[in-house]
């Protein structure tokens, strides 16, 4: 059941890959579209500039390695910017096309009276009409966020009020999810999350 963390440079690997196996799941990290296409399932982390997050990850192959395991219907879990890369483009580098697989561009965040990048602990509050299987069981509670830009979509599972603005905190669709927070540095319910992308891997 192995799990394929993708490694283009920019990301949280190591953090990202302990944490999926302290829920039990089998992480690869690899820079290779191959070895990621053999994966049960896949993580995309993310730390850095939109454009460099993105200009890596084409240089590599792995942009239409991640299209390509997406349309599988294996699980893919995206985190903060490994998240932003999903949608069409960021405001942080508005030249630079995004995946394309949500709608809409992460703008930087504000106005209001708030700090930019965005650091620390915020609380998450789920939408519960459009209840995920992934946060069905776990509270409106505290996350940790290191960004400076975020979108706001209609595919979002989770939003955060800062400032003037509320954004989406967790997105879904189908087989995609996606946090702007980091799980792997959100102790138990970031760690429960990840709980269950391992069984939904295991049960594909």
């Known amino acids: 059941m192995t799990i394929a963390i993708l490694d283009y440079g920019m990301g949280n690997l190591r953090s ?8 039990g799941g089998d992480a690869l990290i690899t820079a290779d579209p191959g070895t990621a296409l053999e994966a049960r399932g896949m993580v995309i982390p993310g ?17 239409a390695a991640v299209k390509e395991f997406v349309a599988t219907g294996r699980p893919v879990f995206g985190v903060c910017v490994g998240m932003q890369i999903l949608f069409e483009g960021s405001e942080e580098a508005p030249d630079v096309a995004g995946l394309g ?10 106005p209001g009276d708030v700090k930019v990048p965005h650091m620390g602990w915020n ?3 789920w939408n519960r009409q459009v209840e ?8 409106n509670t505290w996350f940790y966020f290191v ?3 975020a979108p706001s979509t209609p595919d979002a599972v989770g939003s955060v009020a800062y ?5 989406s905190a967790a997105v879904a669709r189908s087989n995609l999810f ?17 709980a269950t992308f391992v069984r939904d891997v295991a049960a594909r």
């Not at 730390?47 to 942009?63: E, I, K, P, T, Y």
């Not at 995920?132 to 509270?139: G, Q």
């Not at 996606?178 to 990840?194: C, D, I, V």
Request: proline content about 3%; some cysteine.
């Open 16 to 23: 990202a890959a302990r944490a999926v196996e302290a829920v």
């Open 47 to 63: 730390v850095g500039h939109f454009g460099a997050c993105m200009g890596n990850l084409r240089g590599q192959g792995l942009d």
């Open 101 to 110: 697989l949500f709608e809409g561009v992460s703008k930087r965040l504000g």
């Open 123 to 125: 609380t998450v509050v």
């Open 132 to 139: 995920h299987r992934y946060t069905m069981d776990i509270p």
């Open 147 to 149: 960004h400076s830009y």
């Open 163 to 167: 400032g003037d603005r509320l954004f």
């Open 178 to 194: 996606a946090t702007q927070f980091h799980p792997e540095k959100s102790g138990r319910w970031g760690l429960a999350l990840y």
